[in-house]
């Protein structure tokens, strides 16, 4: 049975960092597009970042581009952000989500429906 689950999460003050993680059991992240994804309340589940299955190219959602860093590890069992510079607007639960096995030099994507394993969620609060 496959699992991801996030960890990392939890209160910053605005400007600090936080390193997110999402670890992989009974699947791999290897020849897959991975991203993270956010929900703050009230508002709908948007795009944060994602790396593509060959990981020729990543993307950004333009409210992080400089300040998060997307990555993932050779073994295929790790998902990372790195956040930096937070902002209490980055407030919002992080998942992290997996799209089936591609080959082949397709761009990650924004399309939630193209990943159908996701995490369970973490907590980040940017708050003074």
């Known amino acids: 049975q496959w699992q991801l689950v996030e960890s990392g999460g939890g209160l910053v003050q605005p400007g600090g960092s936080l390193r997110l993680s999402c670890a992989a059991s009974?699947?791999?992240?290897?020849?897959?597009?991975v991203g993270w994804f956010r929900q703050a309340p009230g508002k709908e589940r948007e795009g944060v970042a994602c790396?593509?299955?060959?990981?020729?190219?990543?993307d950004y959602a333009d409210s992080v581009k400089g300040r998060f860093t997307i990555s993932r590890d050779n073994g295929g069992a790790s998902l990372y952000l790195q956040m930096n510079s937070l902002k209490p607007e980055d407030t919002a639960i992080y998942y992290c989500a997996r799209s089936p096995q591609i080959f082949g030099r397709a761009q990650c994507t924004w399309n939630q429906k193209t990943y159908p394993y996701w995490g369970q969620g973490t907590q980040v609060t940017v708050s003074s």
């Open positions: 790396i593509s299955s060959n990981d020729i190219s990543t």
């Open positions: 009974g699947l791999t992240f290897d020849y897959t597009h």
